[in-house]
C-alpha cells in the first residue's frame, strides 16, 4: 500500500523549532522529488519546499528561506522539514507529497500540486503564545 505519512506537528511559541517527517512507504521514495506544503485556514495550500530527487536540491519559499531545512534520508523513506524561528503566521496544517522525479525538474520547475502522485493527510503546526 502506498503511503506518505507526516508526523512531528504541534503547538509551539513563536520562535520556537519543530522538525516534520515524511515517511513514505509502498514505493521507491529515492525516485521521487518531495514537497513540504502549508494550507492556513481559508487560504490555499502553497509550496514552502521541495527537495529533488537527483541531487537533493532544496528550494524554499520567499516566505520560509532561512528559517526551514529540507533533507532526506533515503535509506529510511523519509523527508524532514527542519522549521526554526517559528512565526504566528506559519500556523496551518503542513502536508507533504512525491512527485516521480526522473529528470529532477519537479522541484525548479514548481510543477502544479495536481501533478503530485502522492499526498500525506497533514499534520498540525501552530505557533502561539
Known amino acids: ?34 514537497g513540504w506544503f502549508l494550507q492556513a485556514p481559508g487560504k490555499e495550500r502553497e509550496r514552502v519546499s521541495c527537495i529533488s530527487a537527483t541531487d537533493g536540491s532544496a528550494f524554499y519559499s520567499h516566505s520560509v528561506k532561512g528559517r526551514f531545512t529540507i533533507t532526506r534520508d533515503n535509506a529510511k523513506s523519509t523527508v524532514y522539514l527542519q522549521m526554526n524561528n517559528l512565526r504566528p503566521d ?18 525548479n520547475d514548481n510543477v502544479p500540486l495536481n501533478e503530485y502522485d502522492y499526498w500525506g493527510q497533514g499534520t498540525q503546526v501552530t505557533v502561539s503564545s
Not at 4 to 31: I, K, M
Request: charged share 15%.
Open 1 to 34: 500500500q502506498v503511503q506518505l505519512v507526516e508526523s512531528g506537528g504541534g503547538l509551539v511559541q513563536p520562535g520556537g523549532s519543530l522538525r516534520l517527517s515524511c515517511v513514505a512507504s509502498g514505493f521507491r521514495l529515492d525516485h521521487y522529488a518531495v
Open 90 to 107: 506559519d500556523t496551518a496544517l503542513f502536508y507533504c507529497a512525491a512527485e516521480e522525479d526522473p529528470a529532477g525538474y519537479v522541484c
